[in-house]
């Protein structure tokens, strides 16, 4: 596999990958006669309130690899637990306009 324009076999939609510090779902792959680039959905792109939560990415091994699902499991309570927070300061905001109605 020379990384440039042949993937792995493991990097297909619906693979579970991690990327750096964060993790995703692999949505779609594309390659040229230059690059493999992903397309990775990821928890981090739903809390941003990215468009579609994912984004491109150019393939290069060792940055993009395989994720454990117990550590995307963790990848995704972290992220339920900052929107709660955000839910919770918004809920508190709400509760100050209805005391002043």
Known sequence: MDGKTNP???L???ALVKVQHWYGVVEDVAISQ???MV????PK???RAQRDAAEWLEY???QIVPAEPSAFEQE????????QKMLDELNSFR???QDQQ
């Open 8 to 10: 792995p076999v493991w």
């Open 12 to 14: 297909k939609p619906g």
């Open 34 to 36: 230059n690059r493999v």
């Open 39 to 42: 397309f990775i959905k990821s």
């Open 45 to 47: 792109g739903v809390v």
């Open 60 to 62: 290069i091994e060792g």
């Open 76 to 83: 995704i309570t972290l992220n339920v637990q900052r929107v």
């Open 95 to 97: 509760a100050l306009v």
